[in-house]
């Protein structure tokens, strides 16, 4: 599978009609795959689309809690572009879900995110990120049980929150959900990404403007 260099969103063209989920096939606007930088060293992964993503089919837009996501980004230098806007200019960083279509009335089922397990897998073989965000419980508790040693049960994103977690070639970092975020969890969180940000590994990927 082969990235599609001009396109951020959904670069590994990924089955925008999948209909691996009957119920999510009628209550979702569209299905939200990833988006971003293709050569990222950072991947940040929430747990399902809000309304805003599934209105405007990009991780992490178009509602309060993507954008302060998107103000986040955009203070740690990954993006370029207004919080508030639907297409974000991203840099060193890719957005994606666990699952990818929403219901408006409740979480992903455990069978609706094995159903998407292929997407994201695929996802963090393709862009091979130096560090991964989980964004919120679910995603932090997925990610613990496929590329790490501990149990997901062990691990609380309100206790590891802006903490560093050894993973299978990655690191990861995990960050309260948006709509949680208190500012000093904002603070310490930022701090952490500058810091990892400043580390050698940078020189391994070549940048592209885009």
Known sequence: MDANQERVANPY?????????????????????????????????????????DRTGHPFTGDGAGELLQDVLGALGFASSPPDSHTPELDNVYLTYVTRCRHPDRRPSDEEVRNCEGFLTAEIRMINPEI???????????????????????????????????????????????????????????KRLSDLMGRDYRQTKGRRSR
Request: hydrophobic share 35%.
């Open 13 to 53: 063209g990924m089955d925008e009609e999948c209909e691996n989920c009957d119920v999510l096939c009628d209550t979702r606007s569209q299905v939200v795959h990833g988006y971003g930088d293709v050569d990222a060293d950072f991947m940040f992964i929430g747990e399902a689309p809000g309304e805003g993503a």
């Open 132 to 190: 991964i965000v989980p964004v919120g419980q679910r995603p932090l508790e997925a990610l613990a049980f496929e590329y790490t040693t501990t149990s997901p049960e062990e691990f609380d994103v309100e206790r590891d929150h802006a903490t560093t977690v050894r993973g299978r070639g990655f690191e990861l970092v995990p960050m309260v959900s948006p709509e949680d975020l208190l500012a000093e969890q904002r603070t310490a969180f930022e």
